[in-house]
């Protein structure tokens, strides 16, 4: 997908990967050691405004005096936290990010044993419509630009520095939006937040989270991104997957299935599979043997995950013996997993759930 910005709108500099950058400035006149200064100054030292900094010498000033303004080529604008509510443990915290256009995104950063992990957004709302998920109830608005992806590293970075702790060590793209449905800004993205020079996040240390997305896996696996793969399966017939996972219709379990064969086949990787706990629809031991048979000849590890109730559905989350009794049968099967902690239910933990909680306050309001 390209990026068309429109005469009236600038790009956003943060858009711009480093290659893409030095060519500017060098096309420019401007030598390409001061592009490696600006992109260090915007994704090193997380310049929110670049008006000031003694390390620019006269020619990116002027460059930047030329080019970088609300009426100017690109602009320099970062989300404002429309909101920031931490759990009662103190260990999640969730921004509720505005961007520019109003809409409004979340990323939430999850603090473990010396490390912290971001999940960040990859769309406004979500195409997909996975019945229990915040976000899926609300639909589809847009995809994020590139710089909209990369502007939650820089907040959570940010946040993390102001409270004097450690920085982010992982990122998961399993926030509000399908990452493979929007592949390219996604790649792009991901390029410059990986980027050593700047943000400097390994790609070992990155996870994809998709529901599915056939063309988007086999994609990956064709362009050999370093990143890991989960899948969210949440079923493991067609019948039972699909009245979870409605993009199952569209790309069928066993089509799914043979995109994963071909991914591991090509990139030698594991893959995480996803699987939402639901109370009495997708929690018994036939349903686990019948995962584990699914799973057959891949090297997979099945994060076990009890459901984070949202309004809009009705199910309950699997109780802790009813997981373990789960976890033991695919352990029996082969395939290690792992039951995950619910992070920050106390502050709208699923994904959506903040934005959904904020939207109704403010219908309330009116
Ligand atoms: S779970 Fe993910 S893919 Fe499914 S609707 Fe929610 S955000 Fe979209």
Request: net charge positive; aromatic share 6%.
């Amino acid at each position: 997908m390209m990026l068309v910005p429109t005469a009236a709108a600038p790009r956003p500099l943060p858009d711009l990967p480093r290659e893409e950058l030095e060519r500017v400035l060098v096309a420019d006149g401007v030598p390409a050691t001061h592009a490696r200064t600006l992109w260090r100054a915007l994704h090193h030292h997380l310049a929110a405004e670049l008006a000031e900094r003694d390390e620019f010498l006269p020619p990116l000033r002027r460059w930047v005096a030329e080019h970088v303004g609300a009426d100017r080529r690109f602009s320099l604008e970062f989300p404002a936290e429309a909101d920031a509510i931490a759990s009662s443990d103190g260990l999640t915290r969730k921004f509720l990010l505005r961007l520019a256009d109003g809409q409004t995104i979340e990323t939430v950063v999850m603090g473990f044993k010396g490390r912290h992990t971001a999940c960040l957004s990859t769309q406004a709302g979500c195409a997909m419509g996975c019945v229990f998920c915040a976000t899926g109830q609300m639909g589809f608005v847009r995809h994020l630009r590139p710089a909209e992806i990369v502007a939650q590293v820089h907040h959570a970075q940010r946040a993390l520095r102001a409270a004097g702790q450690d920085g982010l060590r992982n990122l998961v793209l399993m926030g509000m939006g399908e990452p493979l449905h929007n592949y390219d800004h996604v790649m792009t993205a991901l390029d410059i937040i990986t980027d050593r020079s700047g943000l400097n996040l390994g790609p070992s240390k990155i996870t994809i989270s998709t529901v599915g997305v056939v063309p988007g896996i086999l994609r990956l696996a064709a362009e050999q991104r370093p990143y890991h793969l989960a899948v969210s399966l949440h079923g493991a017939t067609e019948e039972e997957r699909s009245a979870l996972v409605p993009a199952s219709r569209r790309w069928p379990l066993a089509e799914l299935m043979d995109a994963c064969r071909a991914y591991f086949a090509q990139t030698g990787r594991r893959i995480f599979f996803e699987w939402t706990l639901i109370a009495g629809q997708n929690d018994s031991p036939a349903q686990a043997e019948r995962l584990g048979k699914l799973l057959h000849g891949l090297a997979a590890h099945v994060n076990l995950i009890p459901l984070n109730p949202t309004g809009g559905f009705a199910g309950t989350a699997t109780q802790t013996d009813a997981a373990k009794a789960f976890q033991q049968v695919l352990q029996q099967a082969g395939f290690p997993s792992t039951i995950r902690q619910r992070r920050g239910m106390d502050v709208a933990g699923g994904c959506g759930q903040l934005r959904a909680e904020k939207a109704r306050e403010s219908a309330a309001r009116k």
